[in-house]
């Protein structure tokens, strides 16, 4: 990796439900083109605070800065005309669309046709082919509905879909659960490609393996605190296990 370079800075970031304090106080950064795994117990904090950064939630206190500049997304369409965008395990694809409509979902390209505006089905496809292409991603036809592909390759599409069209940051929220270990494995690959092109990526898993394959950083919240900001490189897992747990926090520090 190059010179670290912060996409996303997170100040003392807090969110409160009453008497409840559900985040006490957040700080970590992410940098373009570094994979950050966010880990913690159900209950920890993690989805409240990927919540805030996508624009589903407002925090109560604490300060964010995209890009170097101040920001808060007051709602999800926010954050992703910034450029941040959630990648859920069930995704936002139309299942019954193929390839090329999933893509241009919304920004279809179009050619005047005796004044008549019409879909340009043939730039649409080679601009999706090429993009595919880039990235390694490998499905038969595009012309595919997204029901007939497996849950890796839909997966790839959506990513691939962030990439073409500028995202800058991506959160991805426990985006093996489902998949197999072929999937997981080109998966894991699809997102070091994301993040060799400049974008930041966090990655929500319980799966231990998974953030020590991919992952530059580990970032770990306890209880509504950073319990652990570490380069993997830096850790091991029985390290991170005690950050999570809180039994010691051997082996937690600074990411350097």
């Known amino acids: 990796m190059s010179a670290f370079e912060p996409l996303l800075v997170l100040a003392d970031i807090r969110k409160n439900y009453g008497a409840i304090e559900a985040l006490k106080g957040i700080s970590f ?12 117990d159900n209950g920890a904090g993690k989805s409240t605070l990927v919540k805030i950064i ?3 939630l407002e925090p109560t206190s604490g300060k964010m ?23 859920y395990q069930d995704l936002s694809l139309a299942t019954n669309v193929d390839v090329v409509g999933n893509f241009f979902m919304g920004r279809e390209l179009t050619r005047n046709v005796l004044g008549i505006k019409v ?25 595919t509905r997204v029901e007939h592909l497996s849950g890796g390759q ?18 991805l929220d426990e985006p093996f659960a489902a998949l197999g270990v072929e999937q997981t494995r080109r998966g894991l690959e ?12 966090v990655i929500i898993t319980h799966i231990m ?29 029985d390290a991170v296990i005690s950050m999570i747990t809180g039994e010691s926090l051997a082996g937690a520090g600074s990411a350097g």
């Open 29 to 40: 950064e992410i940098g373009k083109g570094e994979v950050v795994a966010l880990l913690g």
């Open 54 to 56: 996508s624009g589903g």
């Open 65 to 87: 800065l995209f890009e170097g500049k101040p920001f808060q997304a007051r709602t999800p369409s926010e954050a992703k005309t910034a450029g941040i965008e959630t990648v």
């Open 119 to 143: 879909l340009d089905e043939k730039r649409m496809e080679a601009e999706v082919a090429k993009a595919m292409a880039s990235a390694g991603t490998r499905i038969p036809s595009l012309r």
């Open 154 to 171: 839909r997966q790839a599409i959506e990513l691939n879909r962030f990439v073409h069209w500028g995202g800058k940051l991506v959160l």
């Open 190 to 201: 699809t997102i070091r490609h994301v993040a060799n092109q400049g974008i930041g990526v």
């Open 209 to 237: 393996q998974q953030a020590f394959q991919v992952a530059d950083r580990i970032v770990v919240i306890r209880q509504g605190v950073v319990a652990g900001d570490v380069a993997t490189k830096n850790t091991s897992p």
